[in-house]
């Protein structure tokens, strides 16, 4: 059985080859065909701030009519009049808790009631808990990013599916670079951000041509979130600079236009997977190859031989860097 299936293997290897050689002949072939987002109707979860705001302007400038969901008034209102301004026919906001199904019906509902039809909907909205799991006091505490991540974006899409059979719409779900490079801290929020992956990879194959679905994986954007607003281990949204530091430190963060620029183009596309920065693709390998060292590594860097969070080696080398650039700037 073992000569067989490696034998097998070998030469799929080689068919697979050219396997990707024909998917990129099809991804290039869908950009010539890509849609044309004139007065579609999209809904964005999560467009307060972020990729989620970011992901409005782009669809408003292609001319899309937008419904803006997230729990701040005065920013949606914000993002919303932003959005008419610089192309887009109609913009609305409703405020709701992704997290709680009755809102998830209820903006669904009104968007469809406005509108009468919705062709995307972009599941976004994201909280990202950053504890220790031996430091929780209270383990419950650490629910709402399994509801918010991964329940927020299930409830949408169940609402959704039947508005989005009728329009052949889509579903653009943003995951995160999560599913391959593990960093303490993060096991709640990379826990549903691979739920999401693996139920809308499910998705995917249970919808067939009727609904497209595209996920995607960003890595470090530029936002509130890597500004270090993280959700504690008593469950509150923080803002916590210096754990920024520790979590993030220097690892290259993307533009959040770009970011979005990006999904946007690659939900028309019709794209299964989209990774941004597209680099980080290549880092699969790392994890393939020497998974101990990374994880070694990740150890090492973020927790440190120390006990506090606040003298861990990421944060040391950040600073290290930020004096000598300081020293040269001067
Ligand atoms: N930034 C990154 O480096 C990065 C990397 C990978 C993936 N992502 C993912 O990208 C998505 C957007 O994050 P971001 O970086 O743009 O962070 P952000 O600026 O903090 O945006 C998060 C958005 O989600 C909304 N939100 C949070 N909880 C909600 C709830 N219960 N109901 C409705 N809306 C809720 C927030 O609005 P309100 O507070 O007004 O409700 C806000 O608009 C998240 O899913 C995140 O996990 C980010
Ligand atoms: C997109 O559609 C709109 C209206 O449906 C049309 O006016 C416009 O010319 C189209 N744009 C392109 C590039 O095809
Ligand atoms: C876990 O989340 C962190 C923070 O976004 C990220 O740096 C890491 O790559 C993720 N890893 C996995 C395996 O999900």
Redesign the pocket.
């Known amino acids: 059985m073992n000569v067989i299936v490696i034998t097998i293997s070998l030469l799929a290897l080689f068919f697979l080859h050219q396997c990707r050689f024909l998917n990129s002949l099809i991804s290039t072939a869908r950009t010539l065909f890509k849609e044309n987002l004139t007065g579609k109707v999209v809904l964005i ?10 992901l409005a302007y782009e669809y408003a400038r292609r001319g899309a009519r937008l419904a803006l ?5 005065r ?2 209102q914000e993002v919303a009049d932003v959005c008419e301004i610089i192309g887009s026919p109609e913009s609305v906001y409703i405020l ?5 199904i009755d ?1 998830c019906k209820r903006f669904i509902d009104a968007t469809v009631n406005h509108f009468g039809q919705l062709d995307h909907l972009v ?6 808990p950053v504890c220790l799991f031996e430091d929780y006091d209270d383990i419950t505490k650490a629910s ?1 990013a399994i ?3 991964f329940w ?2 299930v409830y949408s899409s169940y609402f959704a599916q039947q508005h989005l059979k009728k329009s052949k719409g889509k579903i653009i779900v ?5 599913g391959w490079v593990f960093a303490p801290r993060t096991a709640f ?1 990379n826990a ?2 691979a739920a999401l992956i693996s139920f809308y990879e499910t998705l995917r194959i249970e919808f067939g041509t009727r609904i497209g679905i595209t996920i ?12 270090g ?1 993280f959700l504690s281990k008593e469950g509150r ?1 923080e803002v916590d600079r210096e754990m920024r530091d520790v979590q ?1 430190s220097l690892m290259p ?2 533009s ?1 236009e770009n ?1 979005a620029k990006a999904i946007v183009e690659s939900a028309r596309r019709g794209d299964r997977y989209l990774t941004v920065p597209s680099w980080m693709e290549t880092t699969i390998l790392w994890k393939v190859f020497c998974p101990e060292i990374m994880d070694g590594w990740n150890r090492f860097k973020i927790l440190g031989p120390g006990s506090s969070y606040r003298d861990s080696p990421s944060k040391k080398i950040l600073h290290v860097v930020n004096e000598i650039k300081q020293l040269l700037l001067s």
């Not at 979860?45 to 970011?54: M, Y």
């Not at 969901?69 to 008034?73: I, M, P, Q, S």
């Not at 599941?123 to 990202?128: D, Q, S, T």
């Open positions: 979860t999560g467009a307060s701030s972020g990729i989620g705001e970011h969901v997230a729990r701040r008034k920013r949606l709701g808790d992704v997290s709680n809102d599941a976004n909205a994201g909280v990202a709402p509801d918010i991540n927020g974006s943003i995951s995160s670079c999560a929020y549903s951000k995607v994986t960003p890595r470090f954007i530029d936002t509130e979130m890597t500004e607003k949204l993030v963060v993307e959040v970011c």
